[in-house]
């Protein structure tokens, strides 16, 4: 029953997310606001639904460590596999933005994080305010970057501009539905198979739950680049994770307090997650100059299936 939970849990995840994205830009289409602006800031939250829903579930239903590792196995999981994964399929060009903002955005997050969470074991109130603070911070900066710049907005469907409120009220519905109650499976059903195989709710969190939150960035990767019908942006994934420490963190964080409960948590995953994110800067170097090819995309994948082995042989 719990896998079951867990496996309906994922697919509402899944379909709650994509009807809110398309409510939301939607929506913001009726209210007149920039595809630019759409695919920098409404598509990015919306995309974070899932990891914030299960995040704010877990903190309180009194499973704090589903919450923190959940984030820090998603952006362990959106380097290590999703973008491993589609490098092996095809090739990621990087651009100048990459190495100038993005990352070293990312990078002051993800230390961020540890330096709040390491300095007393929690994350607080204030502390979550600052990340969400610095969140819009970035954004602000980023739509500012963007000006006067040709932006690949594929990602935004215009077809969406002609949506009546109707339905754009029936999506928000269902999408909101839908995630509600596919977050409250998927922690259930998680919390009662970690119980059940012996392991920390913290282990299945960076691994199973992680995931299943990362499947539709996954998918669209592959589909994208299977299709060849646009370069998989290396600034989308890069934002993923900063989205998810500033919004689905921050925001949890501001609710309630999150307790570190697990310490594989500041002994190990964590440095994981900022590993993987300040190994990309060299690897955009070498061997070939501003691209991801099958060999970076081979080192990723080895290197989170390494994670994941030691996560669970750590465990037992």
Do not use: C, H
């Not at 596919?182 to 195989?197: P, R």
């Not at 995931?211 to 998918?219: D, F, N, R």
């Not at 900022?274 to 691209?291: C, D, G, N, S």
Request: glycine share 8%.
């Amino acid at each position: 029953m719990s896998i079951l939970l867990v496996a309906l849990g994922f697919v509402l995840l899944v379909v709650g997310g994509e009807f809110l994205v398309r409510s939301s830009v939607a929506l913001s289409f009726r209210l007149s606001i920039s595809k630019m602006v759409i695919g920098l800031t409404v598509v990015s939250f919306a995309t974070s639904a899932p990891e914030l829903l299960v995040s704010l579930n877990a903190a309180l239903s009194g499973s704090p460590a589903i919450a923190i590792n959940n984030v820090v196995g998603s952006n362990i999981a959106n380097i290590g596999l999703v973008l491993g994964i589609t490098a092996l399929i095809g090739t990621i060009m990087v651009d100048k933005s990459f190495y100038t903002f993005n990352w070293p955005v990312m990078m002051l997050f993800s230390i961020a994080l540890y330096y709040f969470l390491s300095n007393d074991n929690k994350l607080t109130t204030i502390e979550g305010v600052i990340l969400f603070g610095a969140l819009i911070v970035f954004i602000l900066m980023l739509i500012k970057r963007s000006k006067g710049v040709d932006v690949d907005d594929d990602e935004v469907d215009p077809t969406l501009a002609k949506v009546s409120y109707f339905k754009i009220v029936l999506w928000l519905i269902i999408g909101g539905l839908a995630l509600y109650f596919g977050s409250d499976w998927l922690v259930t059903g998680a919390v009662d198979i970690a119980g059940k195989l012996g392991v920390s709710e913290a282990v299945i969190s960076v691994s199973m739950i992680a995931v299943g939150t990362s499947v539709p960035e996954l998918a669209a990767s592959v589909i994208a680049v299977a299709k060849k019908e646009k370069a998989i942006s290396l600034g989308n994934l890069i934002g993923s994770n900063i989205f998810n420490i500033g919004s689905v963190l921050g925001l949890t964080s501001i609710i309630k307090d999150i307790p570190v409960t697990d310490d594989q948590i500041l002994s190990r995953d964590i440095f994981w997650m900022l590993i993987f994110a300040a190994v990309l800067l060299p690897m955009i170097f070498i061997p070939k100059r501003f691209q991801f090819n099958k060999l970076e995309g081979m080192m990723l994948v080895g290197a989170y299936g390494l994670f994941i082995f030691l996560v669970f042989i750590g465990a037992k």
